[in-house]
């Protein structure tokens, strides 16, 4: 069985720092590319960045840039998204994704991933 599961989403302050985790299971874990997506309130999910487990090959969304950073640890099939000097427009629920895609495809096109995790939220207060 396929799981994706985030952790790490919590309530900060604006300037603040999170670090999410990603722990997937169930499938060849250095084949896929793993994404972070999210749903801000009242607007409609967005990639945030991706990586390829198997290259270490990112991508990020402009207004994340500089900001936040994706890893991946392959001994631990899991994906971090370290998120630094948060803002409010940051606040969303924020999921992990896999696709079989690479991630010069993959990248912020959530049609093209195939398994997804349950979401963790995150608030930013100003």
């Known amino acids: 069985e396929v799981q994706l599961v985030e952790s790490g989403g919590g309530f900060v302050q604006a300037g603040g720092s999170l670090r999410l985790s990603c722990a997937a299971s169930?499938?060849?874990?250095?084949?896929?590319?793993i994404g972070w997506f999210r749903r801000a309130p009242g607007k409609g999910r967005e990639g945030v960045s991706c990586?390829?487990?198997?290259?270490?090959?990112?991508y990020y969304k402009d207004s994340v840039k500089g900001r936040f950073t994706i890893s991946s640890d392959n001994a631990k099939n899991t994906v971090y998204l370290q998120m630094n000097s948060l803002k409010p427009e940051d606040t969303g629920v924020y999921y992990c994704?896999?696709?079989?895609?690479?991630?010069?495809?993959?990248?912020?096109?959530?049609?093209?991933?195939?398994?997804w995790g349950q979401g963790t939220q995150v608030t930013v207060s100003s």
């Open positions: 994704a896999a696709s079989a895609w690479s991630s010069n495809i993959a990248i912020d096109r959530d049609v093209l991933y195939d398994y």
């Open positions: 990586i390829s487990t198997s290259s270490g090959n990112t």
């Open positions: 169930g499938f060849t874990f250095d084949d896929y590319t």
